[in-house]
């Protein structure tokens, strides 16, 4: 809100009790998602499909890499990060009582047949009329759906993928729903005003804050019989095949005149034609011009590339690179409740999680914590409040000049890069802080609120038994690694390793990001990037150089 903004859109992993908090709290408007698929990972947060294939789920192009087979055996024979649609209409009258503004159906890149069955039911729902689950569930499901995240039941009934099955009912019943949106339903209310003089004829068509008026030719003497407003009438108020429906209608007609029928009705569809391409262009937008904030002269006294940072997650590998000459080392923020380390925040975590959140950032402060890592644009003014430096982590998607100046007046004095980015759209970027980049690691794939070591182990937390790996179509085996909260993290199956001269690109720092690597490896590694020399195995180059679609 503070922003500017006027409505955010929430999680799809919220339940029943947070949603209804949320909105109780919220100075803004608040929507929700109501059907539609469900992606395993936080939104916004998913790099899975920009990594592998370059599709990247931020921008809109994701070829969903999730729904395809993985295993925990070293085979992929199952779906473990595929999770069925929700399908929350049973529940909308509860999220509206709720003070929920407005509803959202995921479907963009589904055929109209869905669209049609799914806002039909919706609607159903919304009046309290029964709706038809089994036409909703057959036009397109993954084996059914699921309202695990709202009614708080996470279990593996939340899953499944799309069978043959599931493909040869939706064909059972298209045809019966391509007749909801072939005849559109008049939705929208209009006022006409037609007008014949000597001198022209003239029709205008509003629909309360957009007007459209159309002429057509001068009438001619009537001969036989003259046009009449009923006569009139009867042509303009047909408005079939538009959202359209006549609410009032005002009529004046000269006496002795007369007009053709298919005069009018071009004018008619002419006006209505008019005003439905005024109504579809989209309101325009306030956008923020400022300038880039200037740099002072303590910040230009340090541009250029002073060095190397790292992330870790144990005290052991911080440990052991804490005599290497790092600019900064990071630590999980329990780590840094002990050590007094620079804390990386999770990523995620709910209301009720902040108080435990806050406890620990008391402890690392305490202990000497000064900064913190925030991957999460919440992280920033609870950070500055509390006193801490605020660096930006890579969950902020900082992609241009303009994101580090909005996180710089938020209070962000470094920000990490976006590892979507190439290296020429880096060496462009130009903002008022410090900037990171992310050179070494395997990186972060997702974040999911459905812990699948959890689900792989029978429902026993397992997190601290080694590392789990899935494994896909190709045996390439993928780190899963437990979050803050009993959350996961799915890593590439391959480390990052770039070698640049990263003074030329522009950035003050670069990053090793550390995760299974055993305290030796972080140490031979970092060494490597320190003095030059090569390291050996088998890496990616990440979407650096390559780019995303």
């Known amino acids: 809100a503070r922003l500017g903004m006027t409505r955010a859109v929430l999680a799809r992993e919220l339940n029943r009790g947070e949603i209804a ?3 109780k709290k919220s100075p803004i408007e608040i929507e929700t998602f109501v059907h539609g698929a469900l992606c395993m990972c936080y939104s916004g947060q998913c790099e899975m499909s920009a990594v592998i294939g370059r599709r990247s789920g931020n921008r809109g192009a994701c070829a969903q890499p999730c729904r395809l087979p993985y295993g925990f055996s070293g085979k992929a024979n199952a779906h473990p990060l595929s999770l069925k649609d929700a ?3 049973p529940f909308v009258p509860e999220m509206m009582d709720m003070g929920v503004a407005c509803l959202k159906i995921e479907g963009r890149m589904k055929r109209p047949e869905y669209v049609a069955a799914v806002v039909t039911a919706c609607r159903e729902a919304l ?4 709706y038809d689950e089994d036409t909703l569930r057959a036009v397109f499901s993954r084996s059914g ?13 939340m899953f499944g993928y799309r069978t043959k099955d599931d493909v040869q009912s939706a064909d059972k019943v298209l045809k019966s729903l391509a007749a909801l949106y072939e005849k559109e339903t008049p939705r929208v209310g209009v006022s006409m005003a037609f007008s014949l003089t000597e001198t022209e004829s003239a029709l205008t068509v509003s629909d309360g804050e957009n007007a459209r008026t159309v002429t057509g030719d001068a009438p001619e003497k009537a001969i036989n019989r003259a046009l009449d407003a009923a006569s009139a009438e009867k042509n303009l108020v ?13 009529i004046e007609v000269q006496d002795g005149l007369m007009i053709p029928a298919s005069v009018m009705n071009g004018m008619r569809r002419d006006a209505l034609d008019l005003l439905l391409a005024k109504r579809g262009v989209a309101p325009s937008r306030d956008w923020l011009h400022g300038s880039v904030l200037p740099r002072d002269d303590e910040t230009a006294a340090r541009e250029g590339f002073r060095g190397y940072t790292a992330t870790v997650r144990t005290k052991a590998q911080a440990d052991a690179l804490r005599e290497l000459g790092l600019e900064t080392v990071y630590v999980p923020l329990e780590v840094a409740a002990q050590t007094g380390l620079p804390a990386i925040l999770p990523r995620v975590f709910s209301d009720n999680e902040q108080p435990q959140i806050e406890m620990l950032l008391g ?5 000497g914590t000064d900064t913190v890592l925030a991957g999460n644009i919440g992280h920033i003014p609870l950070a500055k409040r509390l006193g801490f430096t605020v660096h930006g982590d890579f969950g902020l998607n900082a992609y241009n000049s303009k994101t580090l100046s909005a996180l710089a007046e938020m209070g962000v004095s470094r920000q990490t890069l976006s590892f979507e980015a190439r290296l020429a759209q880096i060496r462009d970027m130009r903002g008022p802080l410090e900037t990171d980049l992310i050179v070494y690691g395997r990186l972060p794939l997702m974040i999911f609120e459905n812990c699948a070591i959890r689900r792989q182990h029978g429902g026993k937390c397992s997190c601290q038994n080694g590392v789990t790996y899935l494994t896909d179509r190709r045996r390439e085996r993928f780190p899963l690694l437990n979050e803050f909260g009993c959350r996961n993290t799915l890593l590439n199956s391959r480390p990052l390793c770039l070698r640049e001269d990263f003074a030329r690109l522009g950035v003050q720092t670069a990053r090793l990001q550390f995760t299974i690597e055993s305290p030796e490896e972080c140490v031979r590694i970092a060494r490597a990037f320190l003095s030059g020399a090569p390291l050996d195995g088998e890496f990616t180059n990440g979407l650096y150089k390559r780019g995303v679609e």
């Not at 009046?127 to 029964?130: D, Y």
């Not at 759906?145 to 009934?157: E, I, M, N, V």
């Not at 047909?238 to 005002?250: C, H, L, Q, S």
């Open 87 to 89: 399908c929350l209409a």
């Open 21 to 23: 908090e949320i909105c």
């Open 145 to 157: 759906f699921t309202d695990g995240y709202l009614t708080g039941k996470r279990d593996k009934t």
């Open 127 to 130: 009046t309290g009329e029964t």
């Open 363 to 367: 402890e690392a402060m305490s202990r």
């Open 238 to 250: 047909k408005t079939g095949g538009t959202p359209f429906y006549i609410e009032n209608m005002r």
